[in-house]
């Protein structure tokens, strides 16, 4: 978790919940468990939702291997199956290549195992920012209730 308040990975409630975790070879796995309140049609995920639980493991991607603050720039997802309210997707990202400022970063989301079959696929370009454009744009009271947060991680930076 990179802040307490990210709907993303934080304590939101019905918030995504996710947690995210680096692994061999490049590769960030995250779940994202999909509850009742994640549903657009009776009993699947919302489109949506499933476009933003990659955009955070995407975004978690990109700040666990190149510790760099970063911010969506595009989100492609590809939705193959639908996902049942009541499963769990697996998703395993990686970074694709960085030119310059951009970052690109790609992942596929399994249903309810690492190797379950692929429901989602998404791919990503993240651009690099300096910390003046969270201060620049961001709430002032939110950023201060951040920089105050005492369990928060010291080597991150604003953005995962």
Known sequence: MHYVEC??????DNGLHMHSTVGEAG??????????AHQG????AHGGLLACAFD????STVGNLLR????TGKLETDFLRPVPVGTTLFIAAKVDGVAGRKIYASADGHLDSADGAVAVRARGLFVQV???HF??????DALKKFSQTPSRRAD???NP
């Open 7 to 12: 709907f993303g990975c934080g304590d939101v």
């Open 27 to 36: 590769v960030v796995y995250s779940q994202f468990p999909v509850t009742a």
């Open 41 to 44: 049609a009776p009993g699947l």
């Open 56 to 59: 955070e493991a995407l975004g």
């Open 68 to 71: 760099r603050p970063a911010v």
């Open 130 to 132: 300096g910390l003046d």
């Open 135 to 140: 201060t620049r744009n961001g709430d002032p």
């Open 156 to 158: 991150w930076d604003i």
